[in-house]
């Protein structure tokens, strides 16, 4: 049986809940979901007003406005200041309330358990993430222009999910081919389907599969013109492949193997870190790594990082800095270090 502990005051702790901040949050995430999946914060944050037609429309829109997120002008709905801020996190909110509901979820029957394992909707991932993505276009313009560099080669995402960094970044690096892989085939298919409808299945290739170095090489691998890759990127994958294989280094040493010409590389992931109460954290970091934490998978610290591309002979080009912990570096071998190649 549980021990019983003693009540403590509610406020003795810097980052204590209220009851009302667990069950409205939550509401107001279900409400931040719908709204984006009906456009409403693309629309709002494009500049303009949102006229809700049905009852459960302006239900919703009625929910947005007492947690503070828009104001109502007549028939018609604003963003407040708040609300910029929410609809430009939107991804952060999916990827949360509906991504990782699932292993969250698997808590309820598994008291005795180590880990569960990751059970996600990859779907919602891949969405939230994309729009996690798309909230920082410089980060975009920083990666395009590094590929644009040079001569043109060949850019595989590690890890794409809908392929929507390939897509934004095939935008920018106009002469450069872009290829994703990823082990969900059901998110490849629908974003194939999608590349194909907009006419850029050319440039754009997607495979299905997984990109963790084994002794045996995937089977997608075989598909590919290995030689003519010669940037490798992964978002917010890394750090999963490194705590399943043997360490971030033994990973991209994985990746050299397997694409000889690799001339650069773009790593985002989160890093970990360390604060001993939630509120002296950036805002998602701790979910993020409660969420980490209970399926095993490590975070890694930023020295981790650091240390592992200069073993491999990787120089820091640019370093990105996104929300604290989420971080985009750009990397070069040395012989492409010299002034030209910095754009
Ligand atoms: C957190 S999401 C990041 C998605 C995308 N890279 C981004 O940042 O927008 C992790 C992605 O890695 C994919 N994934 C997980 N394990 C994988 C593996 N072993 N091989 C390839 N993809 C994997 C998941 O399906 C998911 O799309």
Redesign the pocket.
């Known amino acids: 049986m549980t021990a019983v502990t003693p009540l403590v005051h509610p406020h003795s702790a810097i980052g204590d809940f209220t009851i009302r901040d667990v069950i409205e949050g939550q509401t107001a995430g279900q409400l931040i979901v719908a709204a984006d999946d009906w456009g409403w914060w693309t629309t709002l944050l494009g500049g303009n007003t949102i006229a809700p037609t049905t009852g459960i429309q302006h239900t919703v829109a009625e929910g947005l406005v007492r947690a503070g997120f828009l104001v109502r002008r007549g028939h018609r709905y604003q963003l407040t200041h708040t609300g910029h801020d929410v609809g430009k996190n939107r991804g952060f909110v999916r990827v949360a309330v509906r991504g990782w509901e699932p292993t969250f979820r698997q808590l309820s029957d598994s008291p005795h358990r180590e880990y569960i394992p990751a059970a996600t909707e990859?779907g919602e991932?891949?969405r939230g993430?994309?729009d996690?993505?798309r909230r920082r276009p410089e980060i975009f313009e920083a990666i395009g222009h590094a590929i644009a560099t040079g001569e043109p080669g060949c850019t595989i995402?590690?890890?794409?999910?809908d392929a929507?960094?390939v897509t934004a970044l095939a935008g920018i690096a106009e002469r450069e081919r872009f290829l994703g892989?990823?082990?969900?085939d059901g998110?490849i298919a629908a974003a194939t389907a999608e590349l194909d409808a907009r006419g850029l299945g050319e440039r754009i290739t997607l495979l299905a599969?997984?990109?963790?170095p084994e002794p045996t090489p995937p089977a997608w691998l075989a598909e590919v013109d290995r030689d003519t890759v010669t940037t490798a990127m992964?978002?917010?994958?890394l750090h999963?492949?490194a705590s399943d294989g043997d360490g971030i280094a033994a990973v991209l040493r994985g990746w050299m193997d397997w694409f000889p010409n690799l001339r650069r590389l773009v790593i985002?992931d989160g890093y970990l870190l360390e604060a001993p109460s939630w509120t002296q954290q950036p805002w998602f970091s701790p979910t993020y790594e409660i969420y980490h934490a209970v399926t095993g998978v490590r975070l890694w610290t930023r020295h981790e990082y650091e240390q592992a591309f200069a073993d491999l002979g990787w120089i820091v080009r640019r370093r990105l800095e996104d929300h604290t912990m989420l971080v985009t570096t750009i990397l070069e071998l040395p012989r492409l270090s010299g002034p030209s190649a910095d754009g």
């Open positions: 990859p991932v891949a993430c994309t996690i993505a995402d590690l890890g794409c999910a929507g960094r892989v990823d082990i969900e998110v599969g997984s990109v963790q992964s978002f917010f994958l999963q492949l985002g």
